[in-house]
């Protein structure tokens, strides 16, 4: 795949380590084997950022073109969205939770006052005792 220059390894600082460009059009290096001075490792990126981080270990391009499409190249951050800079006060907490009062039981109704005998007629003296 094409080299775009040599670099710093990331794990072992090794200078002089070709940079390419995989067939996903992401950045790689290899290190040089550790009988070279290198550490044997490999890095592959997977997208924009790790491009961009690649390239930053670039000390060596191979050409200016190389330089422009893969240094920089990562996406800018979004910038805030203007309505959070607003001093709002955050909301009230909600109210604590009261432990919710038992229902009262069930009064027990009023006790009428107990109803009076209906007051018996007096009876006459003698009554039915008496023979007419
Ligand atoms: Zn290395």
């Known amino acids: 795949m094409t080299t ?22 992401h950045l790689y290096l290899v290190c040089l084997p550790a009988a070279d001075g290198g550490c044997d490792s490999q890095a592959f990126a997977r997208g924009p950022h790790s491009d961009q981080r690649l390239a930053e270990c670039v000390t060596k ?8 499409q893969w240094l920089n190249n990562a996406p800018q951050p979004e910038p805030e969205p203007d309505d959070l800079t607003e001093d709002e006060p955050p909301p009230p907490p909600p109210p604590a939770p009261r432990p919710r ?18 007051p018996q007629p007096a009876k006459k003296k003698g009554g039915w005792l008496k023979w007419e």
């Not at 775009?4 to 059009?25: A, E, F, Q, Y």
Request: proline share 17%; with cysteine.
């Open 101 to 118: 009062a038992r229902a009262a039981p069930p009064r027990p109704a009023p006790k009428k006052p107990a109803a009076k005998p209906a």
């Open 4 to 25: 775009i220059g040599t670099g710093r390894c990331p794990i072992c600082g090794l200078d002089g380590v070709p940079i390419k460009v995989s067939k996903k059009n």
């Open 61 to 68: 391009w191979s050409g200016k073109e190389a330089k422009q």
